[in-house]
């Protein structure tokens, strides 16, 4: 069983930044491409980032890209996702998903690939 705990989430300003971490547990970390997700109210649930198992190749939606970092730690088994420039509309429940792959520089931005998904974390950007 994969465990993904995702954490940092809060209410932040306009403008302002929040760093997502996602603790995973329970298989070999460096096995699994890793993914940041969010679903706003009333939206379905959308791709943000995506990064692969060395941390090599990266993928960012439209809406993010030059704003958001995505970056593991393959020792701390943990995956974190920096955003600055925070706007209103980033406002959502944001969820890390795991796919394992035997690909080591391969990225998905498809929602189906991936095998597990952490309990989310809300975010909140005030106006």
């Known amino acids: 069983q994969v465990l993904l705990v995702e954490s940092g989430g809060g209410l932040v300003q306009a403008g302002g930044s929040l760093i997502l971490s996602c603790a995973a547990s329970g298989r070999t970390f460096s096995n699994w491409r890793m993914g940041w997700f969010r679903q706003a109210p009333g939206k379905e649930r959308e791709f943000v980032a995506a990064?692969?198992?060395?941390?090599?190749?990266?993928l960012y939606a439209d809406s993010v890209k030059g704003r958001f970092t995505i970056s593991r730690d393959n020792y701390r088994n943990t995956v974190y996702l920096q955003m600055n420039g925070l706007k209103h509309e980033d406002t959502a429940v944001y969820y890390c998903a795991a796919d394992q792959t035997d690909q080591w520089g391969a990225v998905t931005t498809m929602i189906s690939d991936y095998d597990y998904w952490g309990q989310g974390t809300q975010v909140t950007v005030s106006s």
């Open positions: 990064i692969s198992r060395s941390g090599g190749n990266t």
